[in-house]
């Protein structure tokens, strides 16, 4: 290993020579589950998605410092994340039974109308959380990080840039995700945690950055944004289900409103939700109506403005220091999609 690049919570960027003609490469180790490697420590690493040209992994991975080990867990917690897996982490939850919130949780059973803004990628969440807080600024949101995704909540840059900024309150890292700055077993209670604990007042759930899909009806990990929304209602949460609009992808199926969200929202959540649909100009805005209007059959539709929510989110790019990027897009190179996701907060600020 040659240097540090830079860092951010709980994690760090490295420079690491691989030796012969590979030269260096862009690495990444976790401390809390690999060490702290330093400056001339061998290190072990994963190649897989550099290799493979992940867009969000792009990164050699650190699986070991060998001459560095990290500490023995000393606990507390019993919960084990990415489990039977070589870098298993044993974390606390706030649901288990030697958690200080235990007898909290133990019977919680209601969000009391919390809106719960549910999303298909990591990459919407500063979107929503700009539209949000630009109509009502101040309030406490709390993010639910499901494993579809990354499953360490390090891995994102955008989570420790939200939090240092004060636009995002605090994690809960749910399922096989871990990380947060609350962990909790399942969506249901990593929604009750959020509340409860976290003091949220709104909620966004989405997957952690990445995400996996097959080009198939439902062989992608966003049918989970369905999921989600079921886990709100049953809460008594008020879900509102925020669109993956896209002008930009070279995927057909991507084009207008995505086939994740009309399977998510239109097949798997069988429960009742406000789907912002944005009012986009033009005819590709008169695409993305039509398309939404399918979903009107199982959800109450919610058309919501756009005006002036460029502007909002550019500022919220510089003021937050958070690079609102998806699938490699810019703002301005797929501008539909976040002004989806943030026409989504600004409804969520509505009803607060």
């Not at 001339?40 to 998605?49: I, K, Q």
């Not at 792009?58 to 897996?85: I, W």
């Not at 494993?147 to 994690?171: H, N, Q, R, V, Y």
């Not at 649909?277 to 403005?305: C, D, S, T």
């Amino acid at each position: 290993m040659e240097r540090v690049r830079r860092e951010w919570s709980g994690a760090v960027e490295l420079e690491v020579a691989i030796g012969g003609a590979d030269g260096t490469v862009r690495a990444l180790a976790y401390p809390a589950l690999v060490g702290r490697p330093e400056p001339g420590d061998e290190v072990l690493l994963n190649t897989t998605a550099l290799a493979m040209g992940l867009g969000t992994g792009g990164y050699a991975m650190v699986v070991a410092v060998p001459d560095r080990l990290p500490p023995d867990p000393s606990g507390p917690g019993h919960l084990v994340k990415a489990r039977y897996t070589p870098l298993q982490a044993t974390v606390l939850g706030a649901d288990e039974q030697g958690s200080p919130h235990h007898e909290l949780l133990r019977e919680a059973d209601s969000l009391e109308g919390m809106p719960v803004i549910v999303a298909d990628l990591h990459s919407a969440l500063p979107a929503i959380l700009a539209g949000l807080l630009a109509e009502r600024p101040g309030s406490r949101v709390v993010y639910v990080m499901t494993d579809g995704g990354a499953l360490p909540a390090w891995f994102s840059m955008s989570i420790a840039k939200l939090k240092e900024a004060g636009a995002l309150a605090a994690t809960v890292t749910v399922g096989q995700a871990f990380g947060g700055d609350l962990e909790a077993v399942t969506v249901h209670t990593g929604l009750l945690a959020a509340r409860l604990v976290a003091g949220a007042e709104a909620v966004v759930v989405a997957q952690g950055p990445g995400n996996l899909g097959s080009g198939t009806r439902w062989g992608f990990s966003g049918v989970s944004a369905g999921e989600a929304v079921n886990a709100a209602a049953v809460l008594a949460g008020r879900p509102i289900a925020a669109l993956r609009v896209s002008e930009g992808d070279r995927r057909a199926r991507h084009i207008g409103v995505s086939h994740h969200s009309l399977t998510a929202y239109g097949r798997v959540a069988l429960a009742r939700a406000e789907v912002v649909v944005p009012e986009l100009p033009g005819e590709f805005g008169a695409r993305v109506a039509e398309q939404a209007a399918a979903l009107g059959e199982r959800h109450e539709l919610v058309h919501i403005p756009v005006d002036g929510l460029h502007q909002t989110l550019a500022e919220a790019e510089r003021r937050w220091g958070v690079r609102l990027s998806t699938m490699g897009r810019r703002l301005d190179e797929d501008l539909p999609y976040f002004l989806a996701a943030a026409a989504a907060g600004r409804h969520a600020a509505a009803v607060l």
